[in-house]
Protein backbone atom coordinates (compact mmCIF):
# COMPACT_ATOMS: atom_id res chain seq x y z
CA UNK A 1 0.00 0.00 0.00
CA UNK A 2 1.45 3.29 -0.99
CA UNK A 3 1.33 6.37 1.10
CA UNK A 4 -0.17 4.28 4.74
CA UNK A 5 1.63 7.15 6.39
CA UNK A 6 -1.25 9.47 5.03
CA UNK A 7 -4.17 6.88 6.96
CA UNK A 8 -2.32 7.36 10.40
CA UNK A 9 -3.40 9.91 12.92
CA UNK A 10 -0.28 9.61 15.24
CA UNK A 11 -1.61 10.32 18.69
CA UNK A 12 -0.29 10.98 22.25
CA UNK A 13 -3.14 10.73 24.62
CA UNK A 14 -2.11 8.98 27.51
CA UNK A 15 -2.68 10.53 30.90
CA UNK A 16 1.00 12.34 31.23
CA UNK A 17 1.86 13.76 27.98
CA UNK A 18 4.63 16.61 28.90
CA UNK A 19 6.27 18.64 26.24
CA UNK A 20 8.84 16.13 25.93
CA UNK A 21 6.37 14.22 24.58
CA UNK A 22 5.05 16.61 22.19
CA UNK A 23 8.40 17.25 20.46
CA UNK A 24 8.94 14.01 20.20
CA UNK A 25 5.16 13.56 18.45
CA UNK A 26 6.22 16.85 16.19
CA UNK A 27 9.66 15.29 14.67
CA UNK A 28 7.88 11.99 14.04
CA UNK A 29 5.21 13.85 12.31
CA UNK A 30 7.69 15.71 10.56
CA UNK A 31 9.95 12.27 9.79
CA UNK A 32 7.06 10.53 8.12
CA UNK A 33 4.57 13.06 7.54
CA UNK A 34 1.49 11.60 9.02
CA UNK A 35 -1.89 12.64 7.58
CA UNK A 36 -2.65 14.04 11.57
CA UNK A 37 -1.48 13.83 14.84
CA UNK A 38 -3.91 13.79 17.94
CA UNK A 39 -2.90 16.07 20.97
CA UNK A 40 -4.27 16.95 24.71
CA UNK A 41 -6.24 20.14 23.90
CA UNK A 42 -3.55 21.92 26.09
CA UNK A 43 -1.34 21.46 23.23
CA UNK A 44 -3.01 22.41 20.11
CA UNK A 45 -1.75 25.85 19.98
CA UNK A 46 1.77 25.20 20.38
CA UNK A 47 1.32 22.25 17.61
CA UNK A 48 -0.39 24.21 15.27
CA UNK A 49 2.17 26.62 15.23
CA UNK A 50 5.06 24.36 14.85
CA UNK A 51 3.11 22.47 12.10
CA UNK A 52 1.38 25.61 10.17
CA UNK A 53 3.13 25.15 6.82
CA UNK A 54 3.14 21.52 6.67
CA UNK A 55 0.06 19.17 5.37
CA UNK A 56 -0.59 17.59 9.01
CA UNK A 57 -4.01 17.83 10.49
CA UNK A 58 -4.30 18.88 14.06
CA UNK A 59 -7.11 16.77 15.48
CA UNK A 60 -7.59 17.27 19.11
CA UNK A 61 -10.44 15.71 21.76
CA UNK A 62 -13.62 16.90 23.40
CA UNK A 63 -15.35 15.61 26.17
CA UNK A 64 -12.37 13.16 26.38
CA UNK A 65 -12.15 10.28 27.63
CA UNK A 66 -16.08 9.20 29.30
CA UNK A 67 -18.13 11.95 27.18
CA UNK A 68 -19.71 12.63 30.64
CA UNK A 69 -19.40 16.23 30.14
CA UNK A 70 -22.51 18.68 29.80
CA UNK A 71 -23.22 19.78 26.28
CA UNK A 72 -22.50 23.34 26.92
CA UNK A 73 -18.97 22.51 28.53
CA UNK A 74 -18.35 20.44 25.21
CA UNK A 75 -19.30 23.08 23.37
CA UNK A 76 -16.99 25.80 25.02
CA UNK A 77 -14.57 23.12 24.51
CA UNK A 78 -14.61 22.74 20.48
CA UNK A 79 -14.72 27.08 21.19
CA UNK A 80 -11.76 27.04 22.50
CA UNK A 81 -10.08 24.17 19.95
CA UNK A 82 -11.08 25.95 17.04
CA UNK A 83 -9.94 29.08 18.56
CA UNK A 84 -6.48 27.65 19.05
CA UNK A 85 -6.13 26.07 15.52
CA UNK A 86 -7.54 22.63 15.48
CA UNK A 87 -8.49 21.44 12.06
CA UNK A 88 -10.35 18.47 13.63
CA UNK A 89 -12.21 17.39 16.68
CA UNK A 90 -13.11 13.94 18.14
CA UNK A 91 -15.87 13.87 20.36
CA UNK A 92 -16.93 11.53 22.48
CA UNK A 93 -20.30 11.20 22.32
CA UNK A 94 -22.91 10.97 25.76
CA UNK A 95 -22.52 6.78 25.55
CA UNK A 96 -24.74 7.52 29.16
CA UNK A 97 -27.46 9.38 27.42
CA UNK A 98 -27.73 7.05 24.54
CA UNK A 99 -27.50 3.79 27.06
CA UNK A 100 -30.25 5.57 28.76
CA UNK A 101 -32.29 5.51 25.76
CA UNK A 102 -32.34 9.77 25.45
CA UNK A 103 -32.11 11.86 21.97
CA UNK A 104 -29.76 13.62 23.60
CA UNK A 105 -26.96 12.71 21.62
CA UNK A 106 -28.48 13.18 18.08
CA UNK A 107 -29.41 16.63 19.63
CA UNK A 108 -25.73 17.43 21.15
CA UNK A 109 -23.75 16.28 18.04
CA UNK A 110 -25.71 17.92 15.68
CA UNK A 111 -25.05 21.29 17.68
CA UNK A 112 -21.50 20.68 17.82
CA UNK A 113 -21.38 19.60 14.11
CA UNK A 114 -22.93 23.05 13.04
CA UNK A 115 -20.12 25.35 15.11
CA UNK A 116 -17.47 23.13 13.93
CA UNK A 117 -18.45 22.87 10.40
CA UNK A 118 -19.00 26.84 10.80
CA UNK A 119 -15.51 26.56 10.71
CA UNK A 120 -14.73 24.52 7.77
CA UNK A 121 -13.40 21.97 10.07
CA UNK A 122 -14.20 18.10 10.74
CA UNK A 123 -16.43 16.55 13.66
CA UNK A 124 -15.00 12.75 14.43
CA UNK A 125 -17.46 10.85 17.13
CA UNK A 126 -16.19 8.50 19.57
CA UNK A 127 -18.84 5.98 20.13
CA UNK A 128 -16.77 3.72 22.14
CA UNK A 129 -17.87 0.28 20.19
CA UNK A 130 -16.39 -1.71 23.07
CA UNK A 131 -19.80 -0.87 24.82
CA UNK A 132 -22.23 -1.45 22.21
CA UNK A 133 -24.32 -4.85 20.56
CA UNK A 134 -24.48 -5.00 17.37
CA UNK A 135 -28.06 -2.98 17.48
CA UNK A 136 -26.84 -0.18 19.03
CA UNK A 137 -24.12 0.02 16.66
CA UNK A 138 -26.39 0.49 14.13
CA UNK A 139 -28.28 3.02 16.18
CA UNK A 140 -24.94 4.86 16.90
CA UNK A 141 -23.81 5.18 13.00
CA UNK A 142 -27.43 6.49 12.32
CA UNK A 143 -27.27 8.79 14.92
CA UNK A 144 -23.68 10.33 13.83
CA UNK A 145 -25.15 10.40 9.98
CA UNK A 146 -28.33 12.27 10.95
CA UNK A 147 -26.15 14.70 13.25
CA UNK A 148 -23.51 15.47 10.65
CA UNK A 149 -20.73 14.04 11.64
CA UNK A 150 -17.59 13.24 9.10
CA UNK A 151 -16.08 10.30 11.07
CA UNK A 152 -17.09 7.90 13.50
CA UNK A 153 -13.95 6.50 15.56
CA UNK A 154 -14.61 3.36 17.65
CA UNK A 155 -12.59 4.11 20.63
CA UNK A 156 -10.99 6.39 22.91
CA UNK A 157 -8.49 3.70 24.23
CA UNK A 158 -9.74 3.28 27.73
CA UNK A 159 -12.68 1.14 27.12
CA UNK A 160 -12.03 -2.86 27.68
CA UNK A 161 -10.72 -3.39 24.08
CA UNK A 162 -10.36 -0.74 21.12
CA UNK A 163 -10.95 -1.28 17.21
CA UNK A 164 -11.69 -4.80 16.26
CA UNK A 165 -11.73 -5.31 11.84
CA UNK A 166 -15.02 -7.26 12.56
CA UNK A 167 -16.69 -4.03 13.84
CA UNK A 168 -14.78 -1.82 11.03
CA UNK A 169 -17.03 -3.95 8.56
CA UNK A 170 -19.64 -3.62 9.76
CA UNK A 171 -19.84 0.27 10.48
CA UNK A 172 -18.58 0.15 6.93
CA UNK A 173 -21.72 -1.58 5.75
CA UNK A 174 -24.00 1.26 7.65
CA UNK A 175 -22.21 4.39 6.99
CA UNK A 176 -22.43 6.11 4.19
CA UNK A 177 -19.58 6.85 1.79
CA UNK A 178 -18.75 10.06 2.62
CA UNK A 179 -18.23 9.45 6.18
CA UNK A 180 -14.98 8.43 7.20
CA UNK A 181 -14.26 5.65 9.78
CA UNK A 182 -11.31 6.36 12.40
CA UNK A 183 -10.09 2.39 13.55
CA UNK A 184 -8.39 3.49 16.90
CA UNK A 185 -7.52 1.61 20.35
CA UNK A 186 -5.22 -1.06 20.55
CA UNK A 187 -3.38 -1.01 17.02
CA UNK A 188 0.02 -1.38 17.66
CA UNK A 189 1.32 -2.65 14.28
CA UNK A 190 1.71 -2.77 10.92
CA UNK A 191 -0.26 -6.11 10.45
CA UNK A 192 -3.02 -4.66 12.56
CA UNK A 193 -3.40 -1.09 10.61
CA UNK A 194 -3.21 -2.56 7.24
CA UNK A 195 -6.33 -4.79 8.46
CA UNK A 196 -8.16 -2.12 9.67
CA UNK A 197 -7.51 -0.26 6.23
CA UNK A 198 -8.49 -3.43 4.11
CA UNK A 199 -12.34 -3.19 6.42
CA UNK A 200 -12.92 -0.11 5.53
CA UNK A 201 -11.03 1.93 8.07
CA UNK A 202 -10.07 6.13 6.63
CA UNK A 203 -7.62 6.74 9.21
CA UNK A 204 -5.91 4.46 11.63
CA UNK A 205 -5.70 6.36 15.28
CA UNK A 206 -2.51 4.89 16.97
CA UNK A 207 0.31 5.63 19.46
CA UNK A 208 2.63 4.17 17.67
CA UNK A 209 2.36 5.38 14.37
CA UNK A 210 6.73 5.40 13.92
CA UNK A 211 7.02 1.81 14.86
CA UNK A 212 4.15 1.06 12.30
CA UNK A 213 6.19 3.21 9.57
CA UNK A 214 9.26 1.83 10.67
CA UNK A 215 8.21 -1.60 9.88
CA UNK A 216 6.47 -0.62 6.64
CA UNK A 217 9.78 0.58 5.32
CA UNK A 218 11.25 -2.44 6.19
CA UNK A 219 8.88 -4.29 4.44
CA UNK A 220 7.92 -2.37 1.47
CA UNK A 221 10.95 0.15 0.28
Known amino acids: MKNLQRYIEHSALHPVVDEQAIRLLISQALK ?3 RA ?7 VK ?3 RELAEEDIQVVTVVGFPFGYNMSQTKLAECNQALKDGADELDVVW ?5 KSGMNWPKIELAQLAN ?10 VIVETAYLNSEELEQACVICRDAGADYVKTSTGYAPKGAEVGTILEMR ?3 PSQIGIKASGGIKTLEQALEMIDAGADRI ?5 DQIMDD ?6
Open 37 to 43: VCIPPFW
Open 115 to 124: RIHDDEKLLK
Open 216 to 221: FLRNHC
Open 205 to 209: GTSSG
Open 94 to 98: SLSAF
Open 173 to 175: RLL
Open 32 to 34: YQF
Open 46 to 48: KVK
